[in-house]
Every structure is written in C-alpha cells, then in structure tokens.
C-alpha cells in the first residue's frame, strides 16, 4: 500500500526562523509530489508542488525533492504567525490520485 | 469562477438516516474525488471519478455510494449513518487551476467542506 509519512510534530518556531517540515513515501512510482496548507477548519490549499530531484523556491517557501531517498521536505524562510496552520505532503499516482499524510502541525511564535 | 463548492456546510444526522452530499466544480474538470478527514488523520479518499459515467473506489468505500451524470457534478451519497461516519468530507476535482500560490498548477483543488455529525 502506498504510503506518505510526515514528521509527526507538532512544530514550534519562533518568528523569523526557519521551519523545516518532512515526508517520505514508499511508491517510487509517484512524479510528483505536492504541499498543501490547511487552516484549522478550512480545506487544503496548494502551496507548492515539485516534480524533479532538487531544489524549488518561490518566495519564502522552498520544496526540495530526494527521489533515490523517496524524501520531501519543505522550509519556510521568515516564518511568520500567519503560516502556522497544518501542511500535508501528497505524492500523486495513477489516476491523478493523491497519497496524503497525516500532516504537521506548525505553531509560529510572535 | 467558483472553483469547487459544497453544500451543506454542517449537517446532523441521526444513524440510519441517508443523505447526499453535494459537489460542483465549474472548471470543467474531467477528475473529481471524495475525501473524508478524522481528526489527526490526514485525507482518505473514499470514491474518485475520471469522468462523467466513471467512477471508482478509493481507499474507504464502505457505506457511500457516488455517481457521475455530469462533469460538473459529484455527489456523495450515505445510505445508513453510522457514528463512525463522523468526519468532514472534502470534494476536490484535479486540473489547471486558477486559484493557486503554486501558480496554474494542475492539481487537486478543493472545496471548503461538510462537516457530519452522525449520532
């Protein structure tokens, strides 16, 4: 069975640092791979997505993808009280279906 | 351009009671899942669609049903209610997207819930 894992957390940084959040999956079939931000009682929302081996940045958030290693990570520079909230990692397969993970939840401390 | 909404937003249910639960997408978007969240336990999918007449099941089927008549229209439907029904269930559809920080991205786009209470 297809499987996401994520750091269980929950996280805690103060304002400013950097947060690290981290996932692996089990299906090396999976291409791409995606970070969805979700406030408590709101629905997921699409922060990032990375579909090759490296690095992507876009503003304060950078993706990076490890596909020998089936290792995701996300790190939000700057890191601000508004970001705090829950962030899944999703791997698509067939189907255009998406694996979530249980989630981190991440606290930003003014 | 609403994007994917639901109806209704909250709902009560007393078990063995049916009901259906909406969805529409206006993006005309060929996918479109249904997902059910616990608490602390991530999006399990629970029926998905490629289009319009297909449908299949995801990996928490049992006790929903779903159909497919339209490309925009997905809905979920409880036959008996049960207390572990409890949940709120997500409908999403997957294409480009306008609405997106990661830009038009061609991917799941939500929409805002219904949240049930079985009892």
């Known amino acids: 069975q297809k499987e996401v894992e994520q750091n269980s957390g929950p996280l805690s940084v103060p304002e400013g640092a950097i947060a690290s959040l981290n996932c692996t999956y089990s299906?090396?079939?999976?291409?791409?791979f995606f970070w969805y931000r979700q406030y408590s009682g709101k629905s997921p929302e699409l922060i990032m997505s990375i579909y090759s081996n490296g690095d992507k940045e876009d503003g304060r958030f950078t993706a990076q993808l490890n596909k020998a290693s089936q290792y995701v990570s996300l790190l939000i520079r700057d890191s601000q009280p508004s970001d705090s909230a829950t962030y899944l990692c999703a791997a698509q397969g067939g189907s255009e279906k998406l694996v979530f993970g249980k989630g981190t939840k991440l606290t930003v401390n003014p | 351009n609403a994007g994917v909404t639901q109806t209704p937003k909250f709902r009560i249910l007393k078990i063995g009671q049916s009901m259906t639960l909406q969805c529409t997408q206006d993006m005309n978007h060929n996918y479109m899942y249904w997902y059910r969240q616990d608490p602390g336990m991530g999006l399990k999918l629970i029926y998905y669609?490629?289009?319009?007449?297909?449908?299949d099941k995801g990996e928490v089927p049992n006790g929903y049903n779903v159909s497919r008549s339209t490309t925009e229209d997905f809905p979920l439907r409880l036959e008996l209610a049960a207390p572990s029904q409890t949940s709120v269930y997500f409908c999403?559809?997957?294409?480009?997207?306008?609405?997106?920080?990661?830009?038009?991205?061609?991917?799941?786009?939500f929409g805002p819930g219904t949240r049930l209470t079985v009892l």
């Open positions: 999403a559809s997957n294409g480009p997207g306008a609405v997106s920080l990661a830009g038009n991205t061609d991917t799941q786009y």
């Open positions: 669609s490629v289009g319009a007449g297909i449908t």
């Open positions: 299906d090396r079939v999976s291409q791409s």
